[in-house]
């Protein structure tokens, strides 16, 4: 059986009804691993001698009768940046090498402790998610798994990766600016950023706190509506988490959505958006209405100002949540401890930091110095409260927003990496998403002329978490792609 082939709610029944022991599951899911890493680079840690014994305990459980979680034996890939206590979590950088925390993030304390997922390894991702492609990683990059001459999209590539390939069942993401997002178009994945405040963030470790959101990445809606369900609800260690009712979000799903009113942005179909990709958004919104959805033309009229908007701020917040990296209070020293603190701090920085890392860094302090920061920090607020107004004004109209997730499917690795304009960019679609602290789903809706995925992004109103699986679930569906396997090799 090619246990990839499954979705994880169906394996979960067969697991729960003893046609597939958890081992099993777990050998093939490390022996696909073995198949296609070398060509992916999806992992920077692996968990395999602790994900076994888990299993057999999980079997040794379930023959016993004894209650079993809402994931049940289900592996699961995590993004480097989400702590695992006593396992390496790095955010795939230098300053951060063998890092062991001492305590596991609330999501992980929800999907493994409590309803027995199974944590196989951390993915690999974009320094401190610092990137859309994966490429600025200590580690080496990531490669898509439609095309191994393509990236797999930012910063959560190793996640999407691990999916789309099969080497993992469920695997989680953080999204800042579409981190989650990117890597679920150009990986041909279900990818979902919740409304900020609906997870806790507690154990994740920060890039912009303002922006970064934890979000489940899967092979189909259904199985992102149910880690959803599982990783919601208020943390009392998180007090920017909100206690707001939890819906039963695959419950919800198989409704009908006649009765929805479906806005499309005309900005989000502009200049710089790939014929190819608007042509197969435009092809599953005319399913939609097909189903009876309504469409409304509507207006995002900022988006131009949301991608200098979001760098000014995800720089300036990285700045100061990075500053405490120097070796000395948090992070690996440099070996030269030559000079005074100061000379030590500036070197070990220099070190450990990448360039993408270092970038920011220097931009955001820019902004914050005296003199500059009304000019781009309180200037950059500002813009934020207009876009997130422009959202507000649009969902009086809508119910839902639908649009591309990405204006283009995925490039060649390097072919930006000494552009980070470009690079930037590329966000442009996304990143309002985050400014506005709004729900977002990604969803694959086709491919493009050398068989690379296209990403159809269906955005919600506060907290509307469960309108936006459920369009999504529906298109998905009709659209009934979702169960193709990546090849694993190089596009022609």
């Known amino acids: 059986m090619k246990f990839y082939e499954y979705m994880a709610y169906e394996l979960l029944e067969k697991i729960k009804n003893k046609e597939l022991s958890i081992q099993e599951l777990l050998g093939a899911s490390f022996q696909r691993i073995e198949e296609t890493e070398q060509r992916l680079h999806s992992f920077v840690n692996l968990s395999k001698d602790k994900a076994l014994k888990r299993a057999e305990l999980l079997d040794n459980n379930l023959k016993k009768g004894k209650k079993i979680g809402k994931l049940y034996g289900l592996p699961l890939a995590n993004k480097d940046l989400i702590s695992i206590k006593n396992f390496p979590t790095t955010c795939s950088s230098k300053i951060l ?57 930012g910063s959560s ?16 993401g953080s999204d800042t600016g579409g981190s989650i997002r990117c890597p679920a178009a150009f990986c041909g994945t279900v990818g979902l950023k919740p409304t900020y405040g609906r997870v806790s963030r507690y154990g994740l470790i920060a890039f912009a706190n303002s922006l970064d959101q934890i979000g489940p990445i899967t092979k189909c809606v259904y199985d992102s509506a149910l880690m959803l369900k599982i990783i919601s609800g208020k943390d009392p260690l998180d007090s920017t988490s909100v206690d707001i009712k939890i819906d039963d979000y695959t419950e919800n799903l198989k409704k009908p959505i006649d009765k929805k009113i479906l806005g499309v942005p005309k900005e989000f179909f502009g200049e710089g958006v790939n014929h190819e990709v608007e042509g197969a958004v435009r092809k599953s919104i005319d399913k939609l209405k097909s189903l009876g959805a309504k469409l409304v033309d509507i207006s995002i009229p900022h988006l131009d100002y949301a991608v200098a908007t979001y760098y000014l701020l995800c720089m300036s917040e990285a700045s100061s949540n990075l500053a405490r990296y120097d070796g000395l209070r948090y992070g690996n020293m440099s070996d030269n401890l030559s000079g005074d603190v100061y000379d030590v701090f500036s070197r070990t920085r220099g070190e450990k930091f990448g360039q993408e890392v270092r970038r920011r860094i220097f931009l955001g302090t820019y902004a914050l110095s005296a003199g500059y920061y009304d000019m781009f920090y309180i200037k950059a607020l500002k813009v934020r409260s207009l876009i997130k107004n422009d959202f507000v004004k649009a969902f009086k109209k809508c119910d839902v927003i639908v649009c591309p997730t990405m204006p283009s499917t995925a490039f060649k690795v390097g072919e930006f990496i000494d552009d980070p304009l470009q690079m930037y960019i590329a966000d442009i679609l996304t990143c309002p998403v985050n400014l506005a602290g709004i729900p977002a789903l990604s969803i694959p809706c086709g491919f493009d002329s050398h068989n690379l995925p296209i990403g159809f992004q269906i955005i919600g109103n506060y907290f509307d978490e469960k309108g936006i699986l459920n369009i999504g679930y529906q298109l998905e569906q009709e659209l009934n792609i979702y169960r193709k396997i990546a090849p694993v090799t190089k596009g022609g």
């Not at 001492?102 to 929800?110: C, D, G, L, Q």
């Open 97 to 153: 090498k063998d890092y062991y925390p001492p305590y596991s993030a609330f999501v992980i304390e929800r999907l493994v402790e409590q309803e027995g997922a199974i944590h196989i390894g951390n993915t690999n991702m974009d320094e401190f998610a610092m990137g859309s492609s994966t490429e600025n990683s200590c580690y080496g990059p990531t490669y898509n798994p439609w095309d191994i001459s393509r990236i797999p999209g």
């Open 157 to 172: 590539g190793g996640s999407g990766a691990s999916i789309a390939s099969g080497q993992a069942i469920l695997a989680l």
